[in-house]
Nanobody
């Protein structure tokens, strides 16, 4: 059974950094597209794309994420991490990873959100 397990969230102070981890269970990463999203508490119907990693191309980012967000894949550990630097209170959100395990269009911005697998959310709360 394929699962994505997200971890690493918590309560942090503004200006600090956090690293979120998405672990892939039950599938290899020989071919994948994995994207990080976030959902704000006042807009639970929309998930905002952040950054993506894939097996067949470079990592890509939403325009707002360039500079403070870094996505990195370790296919040996079967993890994809999202590091967020210089956290701000408006980064407070539930963070999700989503993936497909075949070669597909994976470039941000504007990635197709119709992924087969989603993690449970991991909450990041930033206080000023």
């Amino acid at each position: 059974q394929v699962r994505l397990v997200g971890s690493g969230g918590g309560s942090v102070q503004a200006g600090e950094s956090v690293t979120l981890t998405c672990e892939v269970r039950g599938n290899s990463m020989s071919a994948y597209c994995l994207v990080w999203f976030r959902q704000f508490p006042d807009n639970i119907w929309q998930k905002e794309e952040i950054a993506g990693a894939e097996s067949h191309g470079p990592s890509t980012y939403a325009n707002f994420a360039k500079g403070r967000f870094t996505v990195s894949a370790d296919t040996n550990k079967k993890t994809v991490t999202l590091q967020i630097d210089g956290l701000r209170p408006d980064d407070t959100a539930m963070y999700y990873c989503a993936a497909d395990f075949f070669v597909r269009s994976c470039s941000l911005p504007g990635v197709n959100k119709d992924f087969a697998y989603w993690s449970q959310g991991t909450q990041v709360t930033v206080s000023s």
